[in-house]
């Protein structure tokens, strides 16, 4: 399966990146097509709990932002599929994306990952599960409540969790169960009726299950070591290293959000995600059209009368067209698929006028051959 551009990750990050990925601002549309995989729920940190973006006078309530982006999705017909990505080839002029369920290509790849792959951790926020996102004296307050009210306690966490496991070590007796996430080893699940009873994780592709009335995820050690990087691209302290635009060090591949590093912020990972899908855009239209994006507000051209819009490539026979919109794939069925233009052009009166108000509504998606 083939998109112009894939995102893994959908947090606010890969979410932001993929809508704007599929409708950046420009004079005259030839929009790209995008698809999101998640493993776990989308949302990310979002989901689990009021978010800030800069202060209490500007946040959202828990689930609020996501709903939002999941919504500005389906507008856009931005498709998210629950899997797993495996492993990726990312060097050469298509990249190759293989998950759990299927492989995939794509001109321009987004990584959004955030510090760790996520579960459904989110939906026992509060119910048996606890996260360590606020200052020592708050998590030693949380860590004294937990030891007094529980007994069978698990951390999750990077390699790098002494520091939150000093503290504990500060306030509870108690021996806690420690996991360990890295490529190989990582938290499938949490299950439990309404509240925490335990856990299911992967140890090297096996399954097991861990008792538990009381589980602590332990985001401190991933801002210190993040445990999703499974991509051979360029890193710094464990972290992706991109430039301003979210560029790697491999042409097409981008990455935004906490994936990239401190500081850790929802309102930095939505404007890197804008940044990183405009710029996907523009990757991959260059690689289509072997022209610069008509994304004129953003990158104006000069010439010699001012500024001016970069020519719309003209139509051509062999341009694939596929329909990313239910409405169209409902109306023509021949299109869901994809067809080529010339065999558009044979369904429709007025095929050129046909095509540019299909272009302008983002219902379809345009692809010459690569």
């Not at 299950?191 to 592709?205: H, M, N, P, T």
Request: glycine share 8%; with cysteine; net charge negative.
């Amino acid at each position: 399966m083939y998109r112009d551009v894939i995102v893994i990750g959908a947090g606010p990050a890969g979410m932001s990146a993929a809508i704007r990925a599929r409708r950046p601002k420009t004079f005259d549309y030839l929009p790209s097509d995008a698809l999101i995989f998640e493993e776990g729920d989308a949302g990310g940190l979002s989901s689990w709990k009021e978010t800030y973006f800069t202060s209490p006078g500007w946040s959202y309530k828990r689930d609020e932002l996501r709903n939002m982006l999941l919504s500005e999705m389906d507008r856009y017909c931005v498709e998210l599929r629950n899997e797993r990505v495996i492993s990726a080839e990312l060097r050469s002029k298509v990249k190759r994306i293989i998950t759990d369920k299927g492989e995939y290509e794509a001109l321009a790849v987004i990584i959004a990952t955030g510090m760790r792959n996520g579960a459904n951790e989110w939906k026992y926020f509060g119910k048996g599960l606890y996260a360590t996102l606020r200052s020592v004296d708050i998590i030693k307050r949380t860590y004294f409540e937990i030891c007094n009210n529980h007994e069978r306690i698990v951390f999750i966490g990077s390699e790098r969790m002494d520091l939150t496991l000093s503290l504990w070590d500060e306030v509870c007796d108690k021996e806690p169960i420690v996991f360990v996430e890295d490529e190989n080893n990582r938290v499938v699940e949490i299950f439990g009726e309404g509240r925490v009873e335990g856990l299911r994780v992967s140890k090297d592709g096996k399954i097991e299950e861990i008792k538990a009335d009381a589980v602590i995820v332990d985001f401190e050690s991933y801002m210190l070591r993040p445990t999703t990087q499974v991509f051979d691209v360029e890193t710094e302290n464990g972290f992706i290293k991109v430039d301003r635009l979210g560029r790697t060090n491999i042409p097409g591949v981008f990455a935004a959000g906490d994936i990239v590093g401190p500081p850790f912020s929802v309102a930095k990972a939505v404007g890197e995600g804008v940044v990183a899908g405009i710029e996907a855009y523009r990757y991959a239209y260059e690689m289509k059209f072997k022209k610069e994006a008509p994304a004129f507000a953003f990158y104006p051209l000069e010439g010699k009368d001012g500024l001016i819009l970069p020519d719309i490539p003209e139509s051509e026979d062999d341009w694939f067209i596929r329909a990313v919109d239910r409405n169209r794939c409902e109306r023509y069925p021949f299109m869901k698929h994809g067809i080529t233009y010339k065999e558009f052009k044979g369904h429709f009166s007025n095929p050129e006028d046909e095509f540019r108000s299909m272009l302008k509504s983002y219902s379809i998606s345009v692809r010459p051959p690569i």
